[in-house]
């Protein structure tokens, strides 16, 4: 038995201005009379934009301190050749013969480090840095080989992103008269507002110590996510600013990541001109991927930090533009009219 077609009329579209393609419509008429303006002023507006950024880049001051301690003169060298005792220290002693404007910013760097790479990236356990207890004994396979350890015991948090947490330690100090005085360094507030208050969650069990019971801390971690900061209570478990901040994953493989602000007390305008000495306790192995780490101050402006690529990015393409308008110009000129005979 055939199926009754329907009558034609019943498969037309609606009569109405969206389905007949009534709708009103404009189309610009692109003449030279428009396009050349057009492009004289983009090209302009541009090479002003890009004189601002690059103006406000070369102002910002930054200093770059690397402490890898892989040369002999560095003064953390022996800590090289001593990764086996933990909390090796060295210091850094730096001058400033000006005022460091603040707000400064405290960063640590690395290189050659690929937190980028997928297998690295994926390797966490989502369920459990959100709290969730259940994932604590038993861990996501992703976190593999970084699951259990060698007693079967669950890693809390697990995953290769989380063991290798960056852990050297900073405390800075101005030489004055003779006398060490040490410098605040600021670390609230350092990571993103999303990790802290959304992505992340510790979960709800007081003390937080029960929470972890039956587990084991990260094979690298010298201390369990519950003792990370011993000096703020709520500064620990998986919404630690530190631990947020290396779980934001970079990148590229030269990176730097904010490890402190310096922004209270006598140095809320900045680090005074003046002898200072950066003391650290070097933990963070680098030298067995031929990586390097060093610390960087900053200070930001109004289009954030140091980046005078998108300065000479924005001259470059404004001045395209100017060539262009008067290529343009050339053309329609030699062409719309002609030489008479």
Same mark, same amino acid.
């Given at each position: 038995?055939?199926?009754?077609?329907?009558?034609e009329?019943?498969?037309?579209p609606d009569?109405t201005a969206f389905?007949q393609q009534?709708l %009103?419509?404009?189309?610009?008429?692109?003449?030279?009379?428009?396009?050349?303006?057009l492009?004289?002023l983009?090209?302009?507006a541009?090479?002003?934009?890009?004189?601002?950024?690059?103006?406000?880049?070369?102002?910002l001051?930054?200093?770059?301190?690397?402490?890898?301690?892989?040369?002999?003169?560095s003064p953390?060298?022996?800590?090289?050749?001593?990764?086996?005792?933990?909390?090796?220290?060295?210091?850094?002693?730096?001058? $400033?013969?000006k005022?460091?404007e603040g %707000?400064?910013?405290?960063? #640590?760097?690395?290189?050659?480090?690929?937190?980028?790479?997928?297998g690295?990236?994926?390797?966490k356990?989502?369920?459990? $840095?959100?709290?969730?207890?259940?994932?604590?004994?038993?861990?996501?396979t992703?976190?593999?080989? #970084?699951?259990?350890?060698?007693?079967?015991?669950?890693?809390?948090?697990?995953?290769s992103?989380?063991?290798?947490?960056?852990?050297?330690?900073?405390?800075?100090?101005?030489?004055?008269k003779g006398?060490?005085?040490e410098?605040?360094?600021?670390?609230?507030?350092?990571?993103?507002?999303?990790?802290?208050?959304?992505k992340?969650?510790?979960?709800s069990?007081?003390?937080?110590?029960?929470?972890f019971?039956?587990?084991v801390k990260? $094979?690298?971690?010298?201390k369990?996510?519950?003792?990370?900061?011993?000096?703020?209570?709520?500064?620990n478990?998986?919404?630690?600013?530190?631990?947020l901040?290396?779980m934001?994953?970079?990148a590229?493989?030269?990176?730097?990541?904010?490890?402190?602000?310096i922004?209270?007390?006598?140095?809320a305008?900045?680090l %005074?001109?003046?002898?200072y000495?950066?003391?650290?306790i070097?933990?963070?192995?680098?030298v067995?991927?031929?990586?390097?780490?060093?610390?960087v101050?900053?200070n930001v402006?109004?289009?954030?930090?140091k980046?005078?690529?998108?300065?000479?990015?924005?001259?470059?393409i404004?001045?395209?533009?100017?060539?262009?308008?008067v290529?343009?110009?050339?053309v329609?000129?030699?062409?719309k009219?002609?030489?008479e005979d």
């Amino acid at each position: 038995m055939q199926k009754k077609e329907k009558p034609e009329a019943e498969n037309r579209p609606d009569n109405t201005a969206f389905t007949q393609q009534r709708l %009103p419509a404009w189309q610009p008429i692109l003449s030279a009379g428009i396009v050349i303006p057009l492009f004289v002023l983009i090209g302009l507006a541009f090479i002003g934009i890009g004189v601002a950024l690059f103006v406000t880049s070369r102002g910002l001051q930054v200093m770059e301190l690397d402490y890898t301690g892989v040369e002999q003169t560095s003064p953390c060298f022996s800590c090289t050749n001593t990764l086996q005792l933990k909390n090796c220290k060295c210091s850094l002693n730096f001058d $400033l013969d000006k005022l460091f404007e603040g %707000p400064v910013f405290f960063y #640590y760097g690395l290189t050659n480090f690929f937190q980028n790479q997928r297998g690295y990236g994926v390797s966490k356990d989502g369920a459990q $840095l959100s709290g969730d207890m259940t994932n604590f004994k038993e861990p996501d396979t992703s976190c593999e080989p #970084y699951q259990y350890d060698s007693n079967n015991k669950p890693i809390v948090p697990c995953g290769s992103l989380a063991n290798s947490m960056f852990n050297d330690t900073f405390r800075l100090y101005q030489m004055v008269k003779g006398v060490k005085k040490e410098v605040p360094l600021d670390g609230k507030g350092i990571s993103w507002w999303t990790d802290y208050n959304i992505k992340y969650r510790n979960p709800s069990v007081t003390p937080l110590k029960n929470a972890f019971n039956g587990t084991v801390k990260p $094979l690298f971690w010298s201390k369990p996510a519950y003792e990370l900061d011993p000096t703020d209570p709520a500064n620990n478990g998986f919404i630690n600013q530190d631990f947020l901040v290396w779980m934001r994953r970079a990148a590229l493989p030269n990176f730097r990541k904010l490890y402190r602000r310096i922004t209270e007390g006598d140095y809320a305008q900045g680090l %005074p001109a003046g002898n200072y000495t950066l003391d650290i306790i070097y933990n963070f192995p680098v030298v067995r991927f031929d990586g390097r780490k060093k610390v960087v101050f900053s200070n930001v402006s109004w289009m954030g930090g140091k980046n005078e690529f998108l300065g000479i990015a924005y001259l470059v393409i404004g001045s395209l533009c100017l060539v262009m308008s008067v290529v343009m110009l050339i053309v329609y000129a030699k062409f719309k009219f002609p030489e008479e005979d």
